[in-house]
């Protein structure tokens, strides 16, 4: 399976947005990112190849330029984007910066952080789990 990017995501209740984020770089609509402590906390993509960029805070749901502020789906979200799923399984950061994979597209020294699961194959929970294991 390919990398899946997230870029036709909408949001389903019940909402769990997060609105204390600056970009740090140029962010669309369903990258995955983290705060980057070199960059003061600004949000910059995350990937599975670094331990920090590892530790996404949440999934983009406002595009933003560098230094404006943007929305996050965090934990519990239900994000819908159609026919990109398959019901019942997790997902992934993958290598590719802001994407998602699954965990059989992971490779070894990859990070495993999981981001969520399929309700359905159109729906997505987010459910950020930063392992810190690489495999």
Excluded at 123 to 132: A, F, H, N, P, Y
Aim: with cysteine.
């Amino acid at each position: 399976m390919a990398v899946i990017s997230l870029s036709s995501l909408q949001i389903s209740a019940p909402t769990s947005l997060n609105t204390s984020y600056v970009c740090g770089v140029t962010l669309t609509n369903g990258e995955v990112v983290y705060a980057d402590s070199n960059n003061s906390n600004k949000l910059d993509k995350a990937d599975c190849t670094t331990l920090a960029k590892a530790s996404p805070v949440g999934i983009v749901l406002v595009p933003g330029a560098d230094d404006t502020s943007t929305a996050l789906a965090t934990n519990n979200t239900l994000l819908k984007s159609t026919g990109t799923f398959s019901k019942g399984s997790w997902y992934y950061l993958s290598a590719t910066s802001g994407d998602i994979c699954l965990e059989t597209d992971l490779t070894t020294n990859n990070y495993v952080t999981q981001i969520g699961y399929a309700k359905s194959d159109d729906e997505l929970v987010v459910m950020i789990v930063k392992t810190g294991v690489q495999k």
